[in-house]
């Protein structure tokens, strides 16, 4: 056996032993406070979060589904209506869509970059109109914290008069052409998830947006739909907010976040320059900067799999997102799909391994990932 301590696929514990007393502290005085539901703190982090996303409007909310959820309804997307999404994508992106009564319509991915590919959008848009429906927004997913080809799809979104979701759980915190993931679309959503790039412990999540109105209508629905009074209801609205101790925990993980997102930019480079000779590495666009929620490499020809075992016995963790595109699932294979088919989609489900990626993974450790993966491929 190997005389080296596991890598984990994230460690959260070793952030926590750099600001677990900032955050205890942070606790307690919530504890002692005593306002657990929409406390000062959740106020505190709206404004913060706004000013580090370059965003008018943060309405923070339960998690990153019910952020999708309440963008989704904000803008009255209902029945009859069809929002184009990746099939490669964490389900909670196309599971919004039908929780408002509405169709997912999948399109494909870049094979570089596993982001919407526009052409596939625009073929998707055409299948859903001729399927009857009306297609009312596409929602980019910024994948594994790469932020999305905005310009293209927001091109496309104002021919078709669409708009633009821009589902940012992997990428808060990620630039593209020197702006902020959040002023990106009119509406970007946000998780907080303990793994995601800014997390917390526990569930949270949030909507971004420059519009007023939006915002207002935002805050209405998180609280059950209430008007100028909390026992004023004036539309169908949901409980879904953000807890004042996750608000708390993430203030205090605001604050190291931009270095960690630096440090997060040199284990990729770090991977790039120990792997691109071995195996495809991640591309990061030019113009884009990434936040690496993940790092994924791409095996070929059904090594993969054998791989990640090889890894395993070193105990090396390893993930695989995702296994099965969202077409190919039972809950979503009876919605349409661009008629070319999603061929890109497919082929990276069966290719993709996620390595150990977290701001706190030594280079020493990364060189063990690095000589593992050389063994295995020298071998197999
Ligand atoms: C994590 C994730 C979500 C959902 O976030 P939760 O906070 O877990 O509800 C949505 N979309 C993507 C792409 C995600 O990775």
């Known amino acids: 056996m190997t005389a080296h301590p596991p890598i984990r696929l994230n460690d959260l514990d070793a952030q926590r032993r750099r600001i677990g007393d900032a955050v205890d502290a942070a606790v307690k005085r919530v504890m002692d406070h005593g306002q657990f539901i929409m406390g ?22 339960s998690n990153g589904t019910d952020a999708l959820v309440l963008a989704l309804r904000a803008k009255s997307v209902g029945p009859g209506d069809a929002v184009i999404v990746p099939s490669f994508t964490f389900a909670a992106s196309a ?68 708009w633009l979701l821009a589902d940012a759980a992997q990428s808060l915190g990620a630039r593209y052409h020197n702006r902020p993931v959040g002023s990106l679309a009119p509406l970007t959503t946000a998780s907080f998830f303990p793994a995601k790039p800014l997390g917390c412990y526990g569930d949270g999540g949030a909507v971004l947006t ?18 100028d009074h909390k026992y004023d209801n ?17 203030l205090e993980k605001l604050k190291i976040f931009p270095e960690e997102i630096e440090a997060r930019n040199r284990v990729a480079d770090r991977y790039r320059l120990g792997l691109s000779d ?40 390893t993930a695989i997102y995702y296994p099965k595109p969202l077409h190919r699932q039972k809950a979503y294979e009876n919605y349409p799909m661009a008629s070319g088919g999603l061929p890109a989609s497919e082929k990276a489900a069966g290719e993709v391994l996620s ?25 197999s």
């Open 278 to 317: 071995l195996v495809e590495t991640p591309s990061v666009v030019e113009g884009c900067q990434s936040v690496w929620a993940q790092y994924t490499i791409r095996v070929p020809d059904g090594r993969r799999d054998s791989l990640a075992a090889h890894l395993a016995a070193r105990e090396i963790s």
């Open 95 to 162: 599971e919004a869509v039908a929780l408002v009564s509405a169709s997912p319509v999948f399109a494909d991915i870049d094979p570089g970059t596993f982001n919407l590919d526009p052409d596939s959008v625009e073929d998707a848009i055409r299948t859903a109109r001729a399927a009857g429906l009306r297609p009312v927004a596409i929602i980019a997913v910024d994948l594994f914290g790469q932020p999305a080809d905005y310009r293209t799809l927001t091109q496309i979104a104002e021919d078709q008069g669409l």
């Open 234 to 250: 004036v539309r169908i609205g949901q409980n879904a907010r953000l807890d004042t101790l996750q608000a708390a925990v993430l």
């Open 355 to 379: 390595l150990p990626m977290h701001p706190y993974l030594d280079a020493e450790s990364q060189d063990r990932v690095v000589e593992a993966l050389r063994d295995a491929l020298a071998t």
């Open 210 to 227: 420059d519009d007023e109105e939006t915002a207002t209508l935002l805050r209405s629905l998180r609280v059950h739909g209430k008007g």
């Open 40 to 61: 000062p703190e959740v106020a505190a982090l709206e404004t913060a979060l706004e000013a580090f996303c370059d965003a008018r409007h943060v309405v923070s909310c």
